[in-house]
């Protein structure tokens, strides 16, 4: 069976928050205000599951690969943000599959017709990759550090 992305679940959150190695991974990854380490219990409330769809990319025996989620930033445009795969799965193009799966389902929302994401500039393989998925970037949306990106649906 291939990989299938499911809504996240509590028993995969201490696996995604085992992936966070470092406060400074973990701010990186999560934002401001994301403590470290990313405790089980407080997962759901920090990630703000409640309104930010968290979804799970899970091999074929069910093992949690990967992690991302969407949220509406206005009207007719879905967010991607918290994409990371496992450490240990990295290298093996499971980015590619995660980011195809997430766009597909943020695109199935009622009136998506774009997406948008933020990239650390110096996470040179995954602009490549949001390149690749046809993202384009939008200088006067960035910074110095982040790189704003879109992408129009279909």
Known sequence: MPAQLQPVQPPHYPCI???L???????RWAGPGVAFPLLPEAFAQALELAERPGWVLLDGEGACMGFGQYWWT????AHLGRIIVSPQARG????RVLMQLLGAEALRSPGVQRLT???????VA???LYRDLGFQPVED?????????QRSGG
Do not use: I, K
């Open 74 to 77: 206005a009207p007719g445009t």
């Open 126 to 128: 995954a602009v490549a």
């Open 141 to 149: 949306a960035s910074t110095s550090e982040l790189l704003f990106m």
């Open 17 to 19: 928050a085992g992936w």
């Open 92 to 95: 093996r193009g499971l980015g």
């Open 117 to 123: 994401l933020r990239v650390y500039r110096d996470n």
């Open 21 to 27: 190695d470092s406060f400074a991974a973990t701010q």
